[in-house]
């Protein structure tokens, strides 16, 4: 019923932004005479700004088809390097250029597509091989592809790992997780670590983590934790519909986890259109398509499978089971201190308000049988969550962090 309600909804939305658009353009249009009386540049440019909130959003693209490379253009193309139903992995492979090291980056899988990361593969990709893990949107997979939760996500990393190859050359292979995979990331390096798997990486870089939400509790950790554990099975997972592939999966939507998120900072969220909104009366353009852009991105959102997220729920959030030594894949308990030679880096931002101060950290404390020249810990000051992996204080702050810790674990 739910997902009934919105599809119902997002229909209705399309059309209204659609005709607003013509009602923007028609305004905007030089032969229009009407575009040129007192009020016609603002309300073409109230109708435009509804259009974008209101209009319906796909899966975005990359779009990198090009780095500079030691000043030289190079041509970048994606490939599909290994499939799986809930994900793939992509790799962007930089034409005529080999060798260096290998990058795993792990996306989250919290309700945003891997491109929510397309700042933090550009940035990477004139120093390391980058590979991302493309996740699926879960509406799209049909029931007889079977279920995905926290476990089968750990061996999607280890799967992926493998397709990556054996951790030997120049570089060898590194990963980095953003923000939610820091968890599931770390599990797959103890249980890669705990067989001597041969493709376990040389580092694994944690950024703004939930590693253990104990540590400086957010407003997402006291929503995930304020509530009984029946309370999300009975009021935020939801069937899909018959006109998707996965019709009849139990998923989390997209679309509550991107108003949960557009809730809690709705006063900035309207700034920004309010800005934005301004800048389209007075012919900036840039800034507005500055700001459009940001929002193509962060309303494209997709569905998790119901399982995932509640064990999520119950194994990150309510029971911290990963820094309780409590977390189990496959029969085994994850052991943290089978982690002996990864070289595990955590970053976190100062003014973070999703993983607070510590969260991220506290993986370096709970591995105490690494050396300690194999931990480091830095905290990005005035840098929010976005700000980690997004922005210009990701590329000129904390990625060249990035880089000298791979670069210091590579041979």
């Known amino acids: 019923m739910l997902y009934d309600a919105y599809e119902f909804q997002r229909s209705w939305l399309a059309s209204a932004s659609a005709m607003a658009t013509f009602g923007a353009n028609w305004l905007k249009n030089p032969s229009n005479p009407f575009g040129y009386l007192g009020g016609g540049p603002m309300m073409a440019s109230a109708l435009e700004v509804f259009a974008h909130a209101s209009a319906s959003r796909g899966k975005p693209a990359f779009g990198l088809d090009h780095v500079v490379i030691d000043g030289r253009e190079v041509a970048v193309h994606e490939e599909i390097v290994a499939q799986k139903p809930f994900g793939q992995l992509k790799r962007f492979v930089r034409e005529g250029v080999s060798g260096g090291p ?119 950790n006291t929503l995930a934790t304020e509530r009984p554990f029946a309370w999300f099975e009975q009021n935020v997972i939801a069937t899909v519909p018959a006109l998707y592939p996965g019709a009849g ?12 998120f557009m809730t809690m900072n709705l006063g900035n969220h309207m700034m920004s259109h309010y800005e934005m909104f301004k800048h389209l009366v007075t012919g900036d353009g840039e800034s507005a398509d500055a700001t459009k852009s940001f929002y193509d991105e962060y309303r494209s959102v997709c569905d998790m499978t119901a399982e995932f997220y509640l064990q999520t729920i119950d194994v990150v959030f309510q029971n911290h089971k990963l820094p309780r030594g409590e977390m189990m894949h496959r029969g085994r308990r994850i052991d943290l201190n089978a982690i002996t030679d990864v070289g595990l880096l955590a970053i976190e931002g100062e003014r973070d308000d999703i993983s607070g101060l510590g969260q ?35 590329r000129t702050r904390i990625a060249p962090v990035v880089e000298e810790w791979m670069a210091a674990h590579g041979g």
């Open 102 to 220: 290998k990058l795993l980056i792990v996306a989250p899988m919290s309700g945003h597509f891997a491109t929510l990361l397309r700042g933090t593969v550009e940035r990477m990709l004139p120093v390391a091989d980058v590979y991302i893990t493309d996740w699926r949107d879960a509406k799209l997979v049909p029931l007889a592809d079977g279920h995905f939760d926290l476990e089968d996500y750990l061996d999607y990393l280890i799967g992926f790992l493998e397709a990556i190859g054996p951790n030997e050359g120049e570089g060898g292979t590194h990963m980095l997780a953003v923000c939610q995979p820091s968890v599931p990331s770390l599990a797959a390096v103890a249980v890669m670590s705990a067989d001597k798997h041969p493709c376990r990486p040389r580092t694994l870089t944690m950024m703004g983590g939930p590693v253990d939400t104990r540590e400086a509790p957010t407003a997402v």
């Open 360 to 394: 991220t950290k506290a993986a370096l404390t709970l591995s105490t049988n690494l050396p300690e020249d194999k931990k480091r810990y830095y905290m990005a000051e005035g840098v929010g969550h976005y700000g980690i992996f997004n922005g210009s204080k990701w």
């Open 249 to 260: 999966r139990k998923v989390y939507p997209g679309f509550l986890q991107l108003s949960g």
